[in-house]
C-alpha cells in the first residue's frame, strides 16, 4: 500500500520571508498607524471646530475636566492704544465691537473693531469735556450702549453705532419722558435734549426752533455709578447717593419697554457704611448664575454679596490674606461663575470661583508696570462670549485684551 | 549640603519677598483701630513704589485721584465739583454739583466774571471750564516766593499729601511740635513741644503746616507784631485748618472756632475757647497767642491770617501780616504808647514807610466818630528786591457785595484765599492782565510770572475792585 500523493501548495508550508519583506511589512504597519492617528486628530478638530461655532468657548472649557475645572490664568494678547485714562470698557454682543470710556481728554467713548482699529467716537449732546464725566459702560442684548455720565447723573444711552437715543436723568425718568411733557407733543425728529446737573436744568432744542431751558429733576436719589447687565438683560446700577450707596435693579422689561414712558418698577438694597451689609462707593454690581449679586464694595476694600431676594448674604476678599483686595473697581462674571475683579490698587485682576458655597480665590494676574501684560490702575473689566478679556489700563491709556 | 543650605536660604529670601500681600483697604482717612488694616491701603512696608518715608504702594497723585475723581469720594478734585449729594460740609459745598472751594485741578466750576456775588455761587453763574492755572501736583514746579530775602524760589514736586494729610482726624502722635491734627493750648506758659493727644478733624484733612515746606522764613525785615522774629515753624504746633462756615453760608471757607480738651487724662484742661488764630496778640515772649482780642466791635474771623501762616510756609515772602497790632496792643512796635486814635500821615507811598514816630503806619479811627474802620497798607518794605511791597495777606477786610467800600462788607476773607483757589481756577487773563507786568518785573531766577492767572479767583483783575472800587471811582454794578 502506498501513501497517496497530497498536493501541497506553498501556503501551507512556512515560507521563508526575506528581511527586505519584513521591512516593508513593518513601514506599512507604521503608516497604517499613523494615518490611524491623524485621522482621530482631524475627528477631533472637526469636532470641536463645529462645536466652537455652534457655542464658542475657550478651549479649556470644552475640554472633559480630567480633575475638576481647569483654573489657570489667561493670556496676554495686544491692547488698544489711543485712549485718555479709560475706566470703562463693554463689548457688543457679538463681540465684533469695543467700547471704551474715556476719564481724561476730551472725555470720549471710543469705539474700535475687534481688531482694535478705531472706528469712530461720540459723546452726549452738547456736553464738552469739561461739563461731562462718562465712566462706566453696558451694551444690552441689544447692541445699545449705556454710558454713566457722573457729572450729570445722566444714564446716556446710545445705539450701536454711537447714535445717542435717550437718557435716564432720575431713577424713574427719562430725558425723552421729560421733554415730551413740556412741548406737550410727541418730540419730531431732530430734537436735541440732555442735562445739565450744574445748573439743574433740561437743555432742549426742537429742530428749527430755539433751544430751550427748563427746571429739570433735582435727582435727590439718583447719582448713577456702576452699570452692568445680568445675563436676563436686567440692567444693575450702583447708585452713591450719600448714606445710602446701594444698588438699583431694572428688568429687562422697563429697559426694553418705551422709555418715553418710563415707569420701572425699581428693586433696591443697599446702605452706605462700612459694617456688614452696608456699601461705601459700589462701583460694580454682577449677579452669578443663581441669581446672587454681588457688589465691587470699592472703599470697604471687599465684595459684597446679596440672594437673589437681595437679603445680605456675606463678604469675601477683605482682609490681609493673599486672595484679598485693595480698591475693587468693575467686576465681571463669567459664564462659570468665576469672577474677575478689577483691582485698581493692588494693579491686577483677581477671579474667584463663586460657583460653591463658599468663594475660592482662583488666582490673580497682571502686576504694576508699563510694559505688555503689566496694568496702571486698572479700573473695569469685561469679558465676551469667546473669552476674551477686555481691560480699561487707565493710566497706560489703552485696553488690555487677554484671553483664556 | 551645602546645595541643599543654598536652596532653602534661596527658598526663605523668596518667601520674603513675596511677604508683602495685597492687604484690603477700609477706607484709607481715619478710622483706625488697634488690629487696623487700613495702612495697606496705601502704603506697603518692603514692596513700595514710592520711597523716603511714605512707603506708598503708587504715586501719591494717581492713588489719591482713583478715589477723588468721583468714583470713590463725593469730592471730586479733578473737576472741583461735588459728585454725591450729602456733603457734610455745608450748604454750598453738600449740594450735588456743587463747586469745591479749591477749585480744580482739570476743570473747575467758578463764576469769574464780575457778577458782584460769590465765586462759588452753587447753581448759578458757576460754570465749567478747563483750569487756566493750577497748584500743578505730582510734578515738579518752582514755589514762587519761597524762602529767605534774594533768595531763589525753592523747587519742589507737590503732592496731595503735602498739603493734606490722609491720616485724618486719627493722626499719629508723636513728642514733638509737628502733630498733624492736634491742638494744644498756646499760652505763655505752655510748653510748645507738650505732645498731645487731642485728635481733630480739619476742614479737608488739611496740615497744619506743609509737608516738606522748610517752615516759613520771616522777612529780614520783621513785620510781626512784637518786633521781633515770627515764630518759626514748629512753634505755632498742632493748628489745624478747622471748619466753621460763616451763618450766612459764606462762599469762604475759613479757619474758626473751637473748643478743646488737651493734656492726657486725668490731667486734662480746656485749650481754647480759640476764637481764632490770631497773630496780633503778641507778647514779651513773642508767643503766639491763640485768643483775639480784637475789639468788640469789630466782627471779623481772625483766623484768615491762619491760612496765612499756612501758605506762607512754602510762598514765605508773599506773607505780609499788615494786622501788626489791635487797639489794645500797645507794643514796642509803635512810639505813640496810649494813643490808640492816632492817624499817621497818609502816605502810603513813602518808601521808607516809617513814619517819623517810629510806627508802622497804620489807620484806625477810633470806635466812634469818625467812622469806624480798620484800612491796611502794605507799606512795610520786606527787604526783598522782588518781593518788596506786598498786598496784605493777613485779616483782610473785603467787600464781598461789591459795595464800594472797602472793609464795608459783612462777609470777611481768609487772607491769601480771598483772592486765589488753591488747586485750579478758570480765570482768564487777557490783555495788560494776559502781557508781561508793567514795568517788567524779573525775580532773581529769571523766570517770568507774566500772564498767568496765578490761581486767581476772578478774570482779569476784577478781584482789584471787589476791594478797592471806591479807590479807582468805579462805579459798582449790578
Redesign the interface.
Same mark, same amino acid.
Given at each position: 500500500m502506498t501513501t497517496p500523493d497530497i498536493e501541497l501548495e506553498s501556503k501551507d508550508f512556512p515560507q521563508n520571508i526575506s528581511p527586505e519583506d519584513k521591512q516593508d511589512e513593518r513601514k506599512r504597519r507604521k503608516l497604517l498607524l499613523l494615518l490611524i492617528l491623524l485621522l482621530s486628530l482631524l475627528c477631533c478638530v472637526g469636532y470641536f471646530f463645529v462645536r466652537y461655532l455652534l457655542k464658542p468657548e475657550p478651549l479649556p472649557e470644552m475640554l472633559v475636566p480630567l480633575t475638576g475645572a481647569i483654573s489657570y490664568p489667561p493670556a496676554y494678547v495686544s491692547s488698544i492704544i489711543g485712549l485718555d485714562g479709560p475706566v470703562g470698557v463693554a463689548v457688543s454682543p457679538d463681540g465684533q465691537r469695543i467700547y471704551a470710556v474715556e476719564s481724561t481728554g476730551e472725555r470720549l467713548i471710543k469705539m474700535f473693531d475687534r481688531n482694535g482699529n478705531f472706528i469712530k467716537s461720540f459723546a452726549p449732546p452738547g456736553t464738552s469735556n469739561s461739563n461731562r464725566k462718562p465712566a462706566y459702560i453696558a451694551v444690552d442684548a441689544a447692541g445699545r450702549v449705556f454710558v454713566n455720565d457722573t457729572y450729570n447723573n445722566v444714564v446716556a444711552i446710545f445705539d450701536a453705532d454711537g447714535n445717542f437715543l435717550d437718557g435716564m436723568i432720575d431713577k424713574d425718568l427719562t430725558l425723552s419722558e421729560f421733554v415730551t411733557a413740556q412741548v406737550g407733543s410727541a418730540l419730531p425728529q431732530g430734537t436735541l435734549y440732555y442735562f445739565n446737573n450744574i445748573t439743574k436744568t433740561v437743555d432742549y432744542k426742537l429742530p428749527d426752533q430755539e433751544a430751550k431751558s427748563v427746571p429739570g429733576p433735582q435727582q435727590t436719589e439718583w447719582s448713577p455709578l456702576g452699570l452692568r447687565f445680568d445675563p436676563d438683560g436686567n440692567l444693575l446700577v450702583t447708585n452713591i447717593i450719600s448714606g445710602k450707596h446701594g444698588v438699583l435693579i431694572y428688568s429687562a422689561a422697563d429697559i426694553n419697554g418705551s422709555l418715553l414712558g418710563f415707569n420701572p418698577q425699581i428693586k433696591e438694597f443697599g446702605v452706605e457704611g462700612k459694617e456688614n451689609g452696608q456699601l461705601s462707593f459700589p462701583n460694580s454690581v454682577v449677579v452669578d448664575s443663581l441669581g446672587n449679586f454681588y457688589v465691587s464694595d470699592g472703599n470697604n476694600g471687599r465684595v459684597s454679596v446679596w440672594t437673589i431676594d437681595m437679603q445680605y448674604k456675606t463678604f469675601f476678599a477683605f482682609g490681609s490674606n493673599e486672595d484679598s483686595l485693595n480698591l475693587p473697581r468693575g467686576i465681571w462674571m463669567s459664564d462659570k461663575d468665576r469672577l474677575h475683579v478689577a483691582d485698581s490698587v493692588g494693579q491686577y485682576i483677581r477671579v474667584y470661583d463663586v460657583s460653591g458655597s463658599e468663594p475660592k480665590f482662583l488666582f490673580n494676574f497682571g502686576e504694576f508696570g508699563t510694559l505688555e501684560g503689566e496694568f496702571n490702575f486698572p479700573i473695569d473689566i469685561c469679558i465676551d462670549a469667546g473669552g476674551r478679556l477686555y481691560i480699561a489700563d487707565r493710566d497706560n491709556n489703552r485696553i488690555q485684551i487677554w484671553s483664556y | 549640603m551645602k546645595k541643599f543650605l543654598f536652596a532653602l536660604a534661596l527658598g526663605l529670601l523668596l518667601v520674603l519677598a513675596l511677604a508683602t500681600?495685597?492687604?484690603?483697604?477700609? &477706607?484709607p482717612h481715619g478710622?483706625f483701630t488697634a488690629t487696623t488694616?487700613a495702612c *495697606? $491701603?496705601?502704603h506697603r512696608a518692603h514692596s513700595a513704589?514710592v520711597g523716603s518715608n511714605s512707603l506708598l504702594?503708587?504715586d501719591p497723585e494717581?492713588?489719591c485721584l482713583?478715589?477723588h475723581?468721583?468714583? &470713590?469720594?463725593?469730592t471730586?478734585v479733578v473737576?472741583g465739583?461735588y459728585?454725591? *449729594? $450729602?456733603?457734610p460740609y455745608g450748604s454750598v459745598e453738600g449740594t450735588?454739583?456743587a463747586s469745591l472751594f479749591g477749585g480744580g485741578f482739570?476743570?473747575a466750576?467758578m463764576a469769574t466774571a464780575w457778577n458782584g456775588s460769590h465765586t462759588f455761587k452753587a447753581?448759578?453763574d458757576?460754570?465749567?471750564? *478747563?483750569t487756566t492755572s493750577t497748584h500743578g501736583v505730582g510734578a515738579a514746579g518752582t514755589v514762587w516766593g519761597s524762602g529767605a530775602n534774594n533768595s531763589t524760589n525753592a523747587g519742589m514736586v507737590l503732592e496731595c499729601t503735602t498739603c493734606h494729610d490722609p491720616h485724618g482726624k486719627a493722626g499719629f502722635t508723636n513728642a514733638t511740635t509737628q502733630t498733624t491734627g492736634c491742638n494744644v493750648t498756646l499760652a505763655a506758659s505752655t510748653p510748645l513741644t507738650e505732645s498731645c493727644t487731642v485728635k481733630v478733624s480739619s476742614y479737608r484733612l488739611l496740615r497744619w503746616q506743609p509737608q516738606g515746606s522748610g517752615g516759613f522764613t520771616a522777612p529780614a525785615t520783621s513785620v510781626n507784631w512784637s518786633g521781633g522774629n515770627f515764630p518759626v515753624s514748629g512753634l505755632t504746633a498742632g493748628w489745624t485748618v478747622p471748619d466753621n462756615y460763616a451763618a450766612n453760608g459764606s462762599e469762604w471757607y475759613t479757619i474758626g472756632a473751637q473748643t478743646l480738651t488737651c493734656g492726657t487724662a486725668p490731667n486734662t484742661y480746656a485749650c481754647g475757647p480759640f476764637a481764632a488764630g490770631d497773630y496780633n496778640n503778641g507778647n514779651a515772649n513773642n508767643t503766639y497767642q491763640p485768643l483775639n482780642a480784637a475789639p468788640a466791635t469789630q466782627t471779623y474771623i481772625p483766623a484768615a491770617v491762619n491760612t496765612a501762616y499756612f501758605c506762607a510756609q512754602c510762598h514765605d515772602r508773599y506773607f505780609n501780616n499788615s494786622r501788626l497790632r489791635n487797639n489794645t496792643d500797645e507794643s514796642a512796635y509803635c512810639t505813640r504808647i496810649g494813643d490808640v486814635g492816632y492817624v499817621p500821615p497818609v502816605d502810603i507811598n513813602s518808601v521808607s514807610a516809617v513814619d517819623a514816630t517810629g510806627c508802622l503806619p497804620y489807620y484806625y479811627t477810633g470806635t466812634t466818630a469818625p467812622t469806624p474802620r480798620w484800612l491796611w497798607a502794605d507799606v512795610r518794605s520786606s527787604g526783598d528786591t522782588t518781593y518788596m511791597f506786598r498786598h496784605a495777606s493777613g485779616d483782610i477786610r473785603l467787600s464781598m457785595d461789591g459795595t464800594s467800600t472797602a472793609g464795608g462788607g459783612t462777609s470777611v476773607s481768609r487772607s491769601c484765599v480771598a483772592c486765589h483757589v488753591s488747586h485750579g481756577t478758570t480765570a482768564a487773563m487777557t490783555a495788560l492782565a494776559g502781557t508781561a507786568d508793567t514795568p517788567a518785573v524779573t525775580p532773581p531766577d529769571g523766570a517770568s510770572l507774566a500772564g498767568g492767572s496765578t490761581l486767581l479767583r476772578m478774570d482779569n483783575r476784577s478781584l482789584c475792585l471787589r476791594c478797592h472800587a471806591s479807590t479807582v471811582n468805579f462805579t459798582v454794578t449790578p
Open positions: - | 500681600v495685597a492687604m484690603a483697604d477700609n &477706607g478710622g488694616d *495697606a $491701603g496705601c513704589k504702594i503708587m494717581a492713588l482713583t478715589c475723581n468721583g468714583s &470713590g469720594a463725593a471730586n473737576d465739583v459728585m454725591a *449729594a $450729602g456733603s450735588d454739583g482739570t476743570n466750576l447753581g448759578s458757576a460754570t465749567s471750564k *478747563a
